[in-house]
Structures are given as C-alpha cells and as structure tokens.
C-alpha cells in the first residue's frame, strides 16, 4: 500500500487487525472530578500509557507492517519532535529494522534519549520540526531509505484512527471527542473511525496557540502556514497542517480551538493533581480547551484524548510553578522592609496570620535601588486561589508594608 490509497473505515479496520496485541489498548477512564467541575461526564482517553508514551506507535507500526520485507531492507528514516521519532524507533527496533531519525536541536533531552534506547540514530538538526524535516528529506534522497511521515500518509491515519475504534467500542454513546491536533494524522484518524457509524458526534481539534495553522485553515478553507513559536505543547509545533490530512478535517471536523500556554499548564496540573495522570503539553490542550470554555456548546458525554505523557522532569517542575501561578495557588510578592532586628520575622508571622504559607523566601539587603535602612524580601507564597491572593496583598497593605505583586 502507498500513500496514494484514500483514508477509509476499512483501511482502519485493517490496521486494527494489524496492530492487535502489538499495541496497547488504553485505557478511557471517566473522570469523577473533571466531571464533577464542569457538569457533565468526561472520559480521558489515555494514549500517554502507549508503548513509547504517545499514540505514534499506531501509526508507525500499521505502515511498516504494511511494507513488503524488500522495502523496508534499507531501512527507515523519519523527523519528529519526539513522539514520532520514539513510535519508529520501537516498531522498526520490533521488525528489525535499522531506523534513523532527525529531530530539531531543542527537543527534550527525555525524548532523545528514549528514541536512542529503542534503537536509532538520531541526528539533531535545525531549529523546528520543519527544518529537521526537510533534512530528513535529503537524507531519503540520497540514500533511498523508506521514509515514515508523521502524518501524512493515510497508512499512518489509520493506525491512528485505531483510538476511534476504540472509543466507539467502549464509548458508543459519546457525544463529542476532543483531539489535538499537529500535523493532522490523529484528527483524521479518528474522525474517520467514528463518523462512519456517528456522524452526529462532535469532533473538535485543539491547537495551542503557538501553533495554530489548521484554525486558521479551516476558517479561511485553505491550508495556512503560520508562524511557531517555543510552547509547552512542542509535540504539535508544526507550521502547516498536513496536505492530505486538511481535506480530512475539513470534511469530518466540526471547529479547531485555540488554548494558551497558561492554560496549557493548568490542565497538566490538574490532571497531574486530580487524576494521578502526567501528560506532556500536546496531550492537555484538549483538557485545558474544556477547563477554558472554548467549546461554543457543551453536554453530553465528552472524550479528551491525552496523547502523549513524554515529558522531561525540568519541564514538570517549570510546568508546575507556571500552573499553580495561573491558578492562583501560588504568587509573588516582594515587600520592603525597615532594616532592624525583627522585621523580618513581623512580616512571616502577618502572611502566617492570613493562613499564607511561605515557600520560599529571598531576603536582599545590597540592592543600589533600596533606599538607606531599607531591605528588600520577595516571598514565594502557596494560597487557596485568587480570593485568597486578594485577601493577602489587602491585610499586608494595611499592616503597612510597601509590596509589588511579581507577575
């Protein structure tokens, strides 16, 4: 099969068959909490617990099962951002197959190092996905490798569109399925599992804001190439959406929403904290859609499709901290001070008196800004939400404290 073969509900069929007992069936969990919160069920749809960590797999593995033995001896090659990269790396580690990847200079030292330990090269080069993309297109050329897009070819849909299978076998009366979208091979998968049968279901793509090409497609009806800037959700940083996937979206995707990075790391957290669920950014901006009021209709059974958990410690700790901050569970403030014995220890035991609880504290005395006899704290503050943020800056104020809320 090539690339040329049209995305249809049998192609998926096929790659289910293909994939069965290679893959993880993951699990959709219903969240009592999410549920709870926004008044009406929520089910996860938990790719992060894939082989590789991402949905990829499905792709990957569907299209080199699909190869005759003599097309994939020279190997395969492919650029991605990471989760790609690992689903190739494990399906040709799993089909003995050498592998090479190339993936932009910044990605996550986590998703380097895991696509390594499945077995391929990897070749770091250019400062995006598209830039690493296109040297993987020269590298094909001038080798003859097999290449393995990342979205584009309807083979690697459908092993995607094996979450929709899914979904309607567990979840056969959903209502509306959220799904993030880079490239666009997920979205298309999926759409085209579930509306064979449900073409009443919502399907809505989310994009973050960093990258937000297929929204603007599907306004203008046209592919639109837009700018990508450094996000959270690096797993779908992609300039344009895909050739053959746009028709797809078009077609079968009711809108595309756009989720900002705070939002971003809102969901992560949330997700983190209430579901015991570690995503990276690409797999919550479907939560942080629904947290945020981007769907213009809401109600009935909803599915979030969490795509991918591949994300490195440093970024849980910075996505955390960015979290709590855009929740209101956390703040800055800095406060001066008169120079003497116990002002310092005044200022704890008032912030203690509003049940603020410090959590770290810098205490600065050499700063050429501070007026003579004067010092200068920055507090890091954990709080119960913005009520709570008011409630502090107000009783600090009017004990006569000089404060700046540090954005």
């Not at 190869?67 to 991605?80: C, D, K, M, N, R």
């Not at 793509?205 to 450094?230: M, Q």
């Not at 939560?287 to 213009?296: I, W």
């Not at 499709?305 to 490195?312: A, E, P, R, V």
Request: hydrophobic share 40%; charged share 20%; proline share 3%.
């Amino acid at each position: 099969m090539t690339a040329g073969t049209m995305l249809t509900y049998e192609l998926i069929r096929q790659a289910a068959e293909r994939l069965a007992k290679r893959v993880r069936r993951t699990e959709l969990m219903f969240s009592h909490h999410l549920s709870d919160q926004l008044g009406y069920p929520v089910y996860l749809k938990c790719e992060n617990l894939q082989r590789t960590g991402s949905f990829k797999i499905r792709g990957a593995l569907n299209f080199m099962l699909s190869q005759p033995p003599e097309t994939l001896a020279g190997g395969v090659i492919t650029a991605s951002a990471g989760n790609h990269a690992q689903g190739v790396a494990l399906s040709a580690h799993l089909l003995n197959v050498r592998s090479r990847v190339f993936m932009p200079e910044n990605t996550s030292l986590q998703k380097i190092h895991a696509t390594r330990e499945y077995g391929a090269e990897v070749v770091l080069t250019g400062r995006n996905f598209n830039e690493a993309y296109a040297a993987a297109l020269r590298e094909r050329d001038e080798t003859g490798a097999l290449f393995v897009h990342p979205f584009e070819d309807f083979l690697i849909m459908a092993g995607q569109g094996t979450v929709g299978l899914e979904i309607m076998e567990d979840l056969p009366d959903m209502g509306t399925v959220l799904v993030p979208i880079g490239g666009g091979g997920l979205i298309s998968g999926i759409a085209t599992a579930i509306k064979e049968f449900r073409p009443d279901v919502r399907i809505i793509g989310v994009e973050s804001t960093s990258a937000p090409s297929a929204h603007y497609s599907l306004k203008k009806g046209s592919i639109v190439e837009t700018p990508v800037t450094v996000g959270l959700a690096d797993g779908i940083s992609i300039k344009s959406v895909g050739v053959n996937t746009f028709p797809i979206i078009r077609n079968l995707v009711e809108d595309v929403v756009l989720v900002k990075e705070e939002e971003i790391a809102r969901a992560i957290v949330a997700l983190l904290e209430k579901s015991k669920i570690l995503v990276e950014g690409a797999g919550a901006v479907t939560l942080a859609a629904l947290l945020n009021g981007r769907l213009d209709r809401t109600g009935g059974k909803t599915v979030c499709i969490l795509s991918g958990g591949n994300i490195d410690v440093k970024t849980i700790a910075m996505v955390v901290e960015r979290g709590l901050l855009a929740a209101g569970r956390y703040f800055k403030v800095k406060v001066e001070l008169e120079d003497v014995p116990g002002s310092l220890a005044r200022l704890a035991g008032d912030v203690a008196s509003t049940g603020g609880n410090i959590f770290f504290i810098n205490h600065d005395r050499y700063s050429v800004s501070l007026p003579w006899g004067k010092t200068e704290v920055e507090l890091g503050l954990e709080t119960k939400g913005y009520d709570h943020i008011e409630e502090i800056v107000d009783h600090l104020k009017q004990c006569g404290y000089q404060i700046e809320v540090v954005k």
